[in-house]
T-cell receptor
């Protein structure tokens, strides 16, 4: 069974610093890896999806990498801003039915 | 563009009362639909998923059930709520795309 782990559980950085969020998964047979953002009391917003054949995906200040062989994905957020404060979750898609296995998330606080 | 609607946003229900949460998707057809639950301090747990009308798969045995009466409508129900049913319920859809979530329903069972 796929297990997804995110470490650390919480992270606090000053504004302007680059953020590095880690995600590891136990089964390398994935279709894709997705990153989401969740604001308090809200649903999840899709940030990036990396297909299993890709090594990375970029959107604005966000860059996500994928290393299937080592079972790891990393989300980089450049020049963090207070508005980046949220919980970030990764999820592995290892099922043809599109069911995702989620990590518990990393809660990020960016201080002004 | 596609949108997903989920309601109500918050709900407080006594133990033993019934439950009905509804989710609808607009702007696409034949989506895969999912119900997740997020308990306080825990990750997302997949409860049910559906790949078509009337097709429901349950991931976790529990006090809940789901139905899909129309292509873009997904309903989560319970006949008698338990305290342990409290949580944040999220509906989601996808069709050869990233998973898209609704805004969730905060359910408190008292």
């Amino acid at each position: 069974k796929q297990e997804v782990t995110q470490i650390p559980a919480a992270l606090s950085v000053p504004e302007g610093e680059n953020l590095v969020l880690n995600c590891s998964f136990t089964d390398s047979a994935i279709y894709n890896l997705q990153w989401f953002r969740q604001d308090p009391g809200k649903g999840l917003t899709s940030l990036l999806l990396i297909q299993s054949s890709q090594r990375e995906q970029t959107s604005g200040r966000l860059n996500a990498s994928l290393d299937k062989s080592s079972g790891r994905s990393t989300l980089y957020i450049a020049a963090s801003q207070p508005g980046d404060s949220a919980t970030y979750l990764c999820a592995a898609d290892t099922d043809s039915w599109g069911k995702l296995q989620f990590g518990a998330g990393t809660q990020v606080v960016v201080t002004p | 563009s596609q949108t997903i609607h989920q309601w109500p946003a918050t709900l407080v229900q006594p133990v033993g009362s019934p439950l009905s949460l509804e989710c609808t998707v607009e702007g696409t057809s034949n989506p895969n639909l999912y119900w997740y639950r997020q308990a306080a301090g825990r990750g997302l747990q997949l409860l049910f998923y559906s790949v078509g009308i009337g097709q429901i798969s349950s991931e976790v045995p529990q006090n809940l059930s789901a139905s899909r009466p129309q292509d873009r409508q997904f309903i989560l129900s319970s006949k008698k709520l338990l305290l342990s049913d409290s949580g944040f319920y999220l509906c989601a859809w996808r069709r050869n795309s990233p998973l898209h979530f609704g805004n969730g329903t905060r359910l408190t069972v008292t």
